[in-house]
């Protein structure tokens, strides 16, 4: 994001000119709990369910060394046992049934 002049828009000029009033006009209370760093470990933790390398977040905040990216946002990635699940579901999940009729997309036929 940038300002009008083309600039980076710094923290120091989005919180309280864009973020902040932002939240007072929706009623949200203004507080360390609905902040602009919460906001950050929003798109970090969606970043990181959806399987976007620490490497790549790391470089999306700013941060010049991912091994501080992944100290800091560890606990927002999927457990192992998340991601088993979802590769397991993905290969034999409900639709894996549809494809395996007399016509497969693999041209063989079962009995």
């Not at 973020?19 to 902040?35: F, L, M, Q, S, V």
């Not at 192992?80 to 034999?92: K, W, Y």
Request: aromatic fraction near 6%.
């Amino acid at each position: 994001m940038t300002t009008a002049d083309g600039l980076p828009l710094s923290r120091s000029k989005f919180n309280p000119g864009i973020w902040k009033p932002a939240i007072r006009a929706t009623g949200i209370p203004d507080d360390c709990r609905n902040g602009l760093h919460v906001l950050r470990h929003t798109y970090a933790s969606v970043l990181l369910d959806a399987g976007e390398s620490i490497k790549a977040l790391s470089t999306y905040l700013g941060h010049a060394d991912p091994g501080f990216t992944l100290r800091t946002y560890t606990h927002l990635l999927p457990t192992s046992e998340d991601r088993t699940r979802r590769a397991i579901d993905a290969a034999l999940g409900e639709d894996q049934a549809a494809e395996d009729g007399p016509e497969a997309a693999d041209g063989l036929t079962t009995a």
